[in-house]
């Protein structure tokens, strides 16, 4: 199974993303948090910013919109040419026919839960997605510590995922660090966002690196 790491540009330097994303392109997709101040108590990127992050990037685009009415929103970031997006359950008001619309534009479609949200009534929604988010941190900022609270949902997803047979991505979001990817590996991630420990680091590359390494390390018993 493949690991991947998807570093966030909410840790890189505003005032440089070119330049930024040109120190990660060993990772696999480019994290781009997407916050409107209501969803969540913070505002960053909207659809102009990505249109041109998508012109520039020399990797896939991965959209994590936490924003209020992701069920007008969201098609448009597909329209950008976003590989994937990614919308929140507690946000969407038909989070099925949503996914739809998204992988009829040719994105793929990711649900995301927040901490506090349960796991099961989405279980048998696997069908419908490409990838399910469990959040990791309470949305809204980056630099925040790792929930192992959250580790269960994992567990649950990835279990229903080897059931169905089905290829969805399993992503965590929030606090991930070369320690804590090793608890969200072992409970079944297999595709990780990383801001400040990757942007923070002098090296981005090389950190990177480590986090996929470690990853890698501790999936064994979900190859
Ligand atoms: C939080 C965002 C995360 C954030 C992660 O609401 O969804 O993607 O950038 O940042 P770190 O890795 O610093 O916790
Ligand atoms: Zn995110």
Do not use: C
């Not at 990711?110 to 989405?122: R, S």
């Not at 419908?128 to 790792?146: A, C, H, R």
């Not at 269960?152 to 229903?160: C, G, V």
Request: glycine content about 6%; proline content about 5%.
């Amino acid at each position: 199974m493949v690991t991947r790491i998807n570093p966030s540009i909410l840790a890189a330097d505003f005032a440089n993303f070119e330049r930024e994303l040109g120190r990660i392109r060993s990772a696999d997709l480019v994290h781009v948090d997407i916050m409107d101040n209501h969803f969540v108590l913070n505002l960053t990127f909207g659809l102009a910013m990505v249109q041109r992050l998508q012109q520039v990037s020399p990797i896939p685009l991965d959209i994590h919109l936490m924003i209020d009415d992701p069920d007008r929103w969201a098609p448009d970031y597909a329209e950008a040419g976003a590989y994937s997006v990614t919308f929140h359950a507690e946000a969407a008001a038909d989070a099925v026919a949503l996914a739809r619309r998204l992988r009829s534009i040719g994105a793929r479609a990711g649900l995301a839960l927040k901490p506090d949200t349960a796991v099961e009534p989405y279980l048998e929604l696997l069908p419908e997605f490409d990838q399910i988010l469990v959040m990791t941190v309470e949305p809204g900022f980056g630099g925040q510590s790792f929930m192992a609270t959250t580790m269960p949902k994992l567990r649950a997803l990835r279990s229903a995922v080897a059931q169905s047979g089905l290829d969805v991505w399993l992503q965590v979001d929030g606090g991930i660090t070369e320690k804590t990817i090793e608890i969200a590996a072992e409970a079944g991630a297999d595709t990780f966002v990383a801001g400040s420990s990757v942007f923070g680091a002098a090296d981005p590359a090389a950190q990177i690196a480590l986090l996929r390494a470690s990853a890698a390390r501790h999936r064994h018993g979900h190859e």
